[in-house]
């Protein structure tokens, strides 16, 4: 007898049943692809500027998801209203004497660990003065490039100034509220008060005006590309020569004007905030993650697609 004819009536073939009882591809590629996932993480930590950029995307993201789950209904409260609509009458009852005072609930879980990246980024950017002194010092030495607008160099110029004298404040303060910088210097400097609030205020006003150059330059970068655009349409009317891909360039301009000015858009609510006596009106966890995470998402992205 065959072998065939030793399978019985409906029993699935050799081949058949080694088929069934293989792993999907879907799951054996799961090891794959979390080593994947881990080396492109590390690439996009280890570059220029990453791990900044990532742990802000994930602190702004954290405090997004925070507001969120505080604004979200208890299970008790989602309990009470489902049962509400089912129309279960419970039996009323005489309510006590006394009132009962639940304890204060803590931070949750993900309003603690975006406080605690918050942190983090804090003491990173103890090193910032380091790359800020190198692009000063770069632009105080050259000077403009060769048929550099001479208005967007000093907007640069006033911008980096800005970021030094908040990055430097900045830095006082943390190492001031951890008595690393004696409090007594700034108590000299701020009428014998040795808190560290108005330092921050003044780190944040420097914040302020850095995020404010940047819709200085964007308009004048219109007002630039506006004028080159004019000169080219004059020059293809008069019949001269010109370059080709002009239109693919233009294209690449104007979407990195348009982000550029969706960055400086998302921060500026976050400097007012901290960086006037008022703050900005409304104010709360959820804009400051929905702001933060916008301004920074973009160049996350941006390495995170360098990493293939």
Request: hydrophobic share 40%; aromatic share 10%.
């Amino acid at each position: 007898m065959s072998d065939e004819s030793k399978i019985g009536p409906g029993a699935p073939a050799a081949n058949e049943a080694s088929k069934e009882v293989a792993p999907p591809k879907s799951l054996s590629s799961i090891p794959q692809s979390v080593d994947r996932l881990i080396l492109r993480l590390h690439k996009l930590l280890a570059s220029p500027g990453g791990l900044s950029s990532f742990l802000g995307t994930l602190n702004y993201t954290l405090y997004l998801l925070a507001y969120l789950e505080s604004k979200a209904p208890s299970p008790a409260k989602l309990s009470k209203s489902f049962l509400h609509l089912l129309n279960y009458k419970r039996q009323t009852t005489k309510p006590p004497t006394t009132t009962l005072v639940s304890p204060t609930a803590g931070p949750s879980p993900i309003a603690s660990l975006g406080g605690l990246l918050s942190k983090a980024r804090t003491t990173l950017r103890l090193f910032s003065l380091l790359p800020l002194y190198a692009r000063l010092r770069s632009l105080l030495s050259s000077g403009p490039k060769p048929g550099e607008d001479g208005f967007l160099y000093c907007i640069a110029l006033a911008q980096c100034c800005a970021y030094v004298a908040y990055q430097a404040l900045e830095n006082i303060a943390v190492l001031a509220d951890n008595n690393i910088f004696p409090k007594s210097m700034i108590a000299r400097f701020n009428k014998g008060d040795a808190t560290t609030s108005k330092v921050y205020r003044w780190a944040y006003r420097a914040w302020l005006t850095g995020v404010s150059c940047d819709f200085v330059r964007l308009a004048r970068e219109a007002v630039v590309e506006r004028q080159r655009r004019a000169v080219r349409a004059r020059m293809a009317d008069e019949g001269k020569a010109v370059a080709e891909g002009q239109n693919e360039e233009d294209k690449a301009v104007d979407a990195k004007w348009w982000k550029d000015l969706l960055v400086a858009t998302a921060w500026f609510p976050m400097a007012v905030n901290y960086g006037t006596e008022t703050g900005f009106p409304g104010w709360n966890l959820g804009m400051m993650g929905l702001c933060g995470l916008v301004g920074t998402y973009g160049r996350t992205q941006q390495l995170w697609a360098a990493t293939k």
